[in-house]
């Protein structure tokens, strides 16, 4: 009877079938890039990326031999041990060139698309070499790693000369030949370990591995501690000092922790930090529901019904409470210090979901996947609940249970999206333990998250353009925050940044049905900001000009909507609107006394071309013909009040002047930061429907002030039902324009909607327009759990 190898030489020789597939995959992948690039060719296209085609096409050809055999060496120096010496975690943050930094973002982008397409893999194969070789877990450099593997891709790719716009060009190709080359890898190396006897199954739930105890919150600046590195490894996200750096390089709102010096959150996204004087029915709402569950909590939990703050001096370190107390009294919006958890739990709950993010079955969006998800999250709720160390921790983690399995059977969700939000249970799990406020503040950020995904996927069409670009960027959103598992509120409120980006370029770049409409908004939003503009400098203009009334309303109310629209279409310094402007100066000089027989005669001489701009000017702006009479006839008036003497003089210097600041208005115009911007100056838009653009200005019932705060928080991407001419149908929340004085509605035909704040709120207080949810996803799963909480409230502390 033959007897299995020594396990050491074992799991070399399982690195040698590991490597042996990579080696022989490399061959296909540089025929293949080219390949690519040959179809590419073959298609329409602009002929500056026709040139980058062929110039990749050229240098691939050229060095892509070299680029094989550079990648074939440091694979079978792998296998040798002759790993080359990695950066020190301390060391990841210094000074490095701009080459340096765009190497490690492309070898961050290819990681993190290597360590989703072959996470489940390579855990298995994790737990198979941690059989053989004794060790909690592999080294942070072993060549197993996908982003160890991606460094060595993207350093030989940097070594046959060939560049980051090539990568770029090709990245897309790239990662999925990797992806599938490392898959293959890692299959035929789990097969071969299999054949030999190693852990034929993989049983994770009896996997309580302790481990050393990571403060959440330990990416400070974008960057890891070596303890949140090991953990982050571990978990397949394959991590590292470097991708921390990329990873901070490309966010689009910054670092991770928010600052160079890991500050709070920035505030004024949540509305306990804007503390409205007024709270709209959604917000108190979810303030009702979460005031229930805490009043539930403190009733059957010791200790859950306490303050944050109160709860963290008890639990955290020496000292701790007390600075929280000091924060609070001074007034500081900090967010509360995070908790210790358990050292046990903290394990558990990362094998719990290295456990769910494995492929539950052929079809993820199948009844049959979640069914299996929900069987999945009650097994490992039992095993997290033994390896809790708190009656808290237990209560945390049952409620946290019973709103995913809400979520999970919430039928308005679409399968396949309700089987990413599986996968953050984990995640909100840890949080939720970590941080004293998640069941008590409304606006977390990992709630909102939830929230606002919840909100633009209820219902969507994945026929539709934007049910596919939704579906893919939540589960990338879901991916990031699995990377980054010890870094608490900051995560959820980077990807929240970051979908909230995604969803404003979606709309306005890539969805047909909204971006028309919008352009067309943006249009209009210029328009009446320009006007506000105009009114406002030219009440400072004339403050001590003596013009009759007549004349500044016409000047204040239709001439700056005039200057606007020209300004708008033909540019600021055209000769068009520079036209506008001197017919304004001579309109305020005609209505000046005139006295002298040759200032008179000045007038009249003038007076035929005067008129004719502004008629022209007035239908440029679309007025129409008898409301131009109307004004062409009280100018009349206050002209022959100037012939008569009637009129107060100006002097020439003092309209020197004038025409001169007319003709730099640009230059001074304030911005509306700057202006006390009230609803009362946002003007009547109405008259400017286009094909396309449907403008909402009457209707509604007057609003109260709460209602024009739940219009101001209407998040982009949310559904609706409108009742609008004659026509009750389903749009959605496109486009919000500045200081949120605009908002355009899309129905998924493209018929586009446009609201003034004032007028929106009007709506809702009429019940014209009603969010297609009642209530937000996690408010509603919260409410969910209170009512399985009030039937069975031991299930707390079981």
Sequence with gaps: MSTRPPLPALAQSARRVYLEVLVRGSASVSGALIETLHQRLLKPAEPLKIRAIRDTLADLQQHGATWQLGLISRLRKTLKGEEAARVPAGQALSLVADDTIEREIIAARLALSLSADVQWQFSDLCSRMQTLSGQPEIAADDGLRPAVMARHWVDAWRDAELGHADWQLLQAAIHEEFGLWLGDAYHRCNAWLVEQGVLPEVDLRPFIRRSHSVAP?????????????????????????????????????????????????????????????????????????????????????????????????????????????????????????????????????????????????????????????????????????????????????????????SILQDERLPATVRVWFARLQMPVLRVAVAEPDFFAADDHPARRLIDRMGACALGFDSAQALGEVLEREIKRVVQVVEAYPDTGRRVFQTVLTEFEAFLANFFEHENPASRKGISLAQQVEQRETLAIQYTIELRKMLADVPVDDSLREFLFQVWADVLAVTAVREGGQSEVTKTMKRAAADLIWSAGAKVAPDERVEVIRRLPILLKTLRDGMGHAGIAAKKQDEHIRRLNNVLAAAFTAKAAPISRDRLDELKDRLQTLESMLPTLNEADLDEGLIRDISGQETEGLEVVSEGG??????????????????????????????????????????????????????????????????????????EALTVRATRDALARLERDPEALLR
């Design 217 to 405: 919150g330990a990416l400070i600046g974008g960057s890891f501690t070596e303890s949140t590195q090991r953990r982050t490894e571990h978990m397949g996200g394959a991590v590292e000092p470097a991708l921390a750096l990329a990873a901070a390089a490309v966010r689009l709102a910054g670092s991770l922790g928010g600052g160079a010096q890991g500050g709070p959150v920035e505030p004024g996204v949540g509305l306990s930090a804007r503390a409205p004087t007024e709270r709209s029915p959604a917000s108190a709402q979810a303030s009702q529901v979460m005031q229930q569950l805490q009043k539930v909590l403190q009733r059957h939990v010791p200790g859950m019904g306490e303050s944050p703050a109160v709860q963290a001096a008890t639990l955290a370190p020496a000292g701790a409470g007390a600075a929280a107390g000091a924060a609070a009294a001074a007034g500081e919006a900090t967010p509360p210090e995070p908790l210790r958890v358990s050292p046990r739990l903290q394990a558990v709950i990362e094998r719990a979901q290295n456990a769910l993010q494995r492929p539950v079955a052929r079809e993820s969006g199948s009844p049959v996947a979640l069914e299996d998800l929900r069987a999945r999250s009650q097994a490992f709720k039992q095993v997290l609940k033994q390896a809790a160390a708190s009656p808290q921790e237990r209560a945390t983690i049952e409620v946290v249970a019973m709103m995913f399995q």
């Design 701 to 774: 019932s007057p609003p109260s002030a709460a209602m024009l705060a739940w219009a101001r928080e209407l998040p982009l991407g949310s559904w609706f039902q409108l009742q609008y001419r004659n026509r009750m149908e389903t749009v959605q929340l496109a486009w919000t324009g500045a200081r949120h004085q605009m908002l355009l509605f899309v129905s998924p035909q493209g018929r586009a909607v446009l609201f003034p704040l004032q007028r929106l709120a009007a709506y809702l207080q009429a019940h014209l327009i009603r969010p297609a949810q009642d």
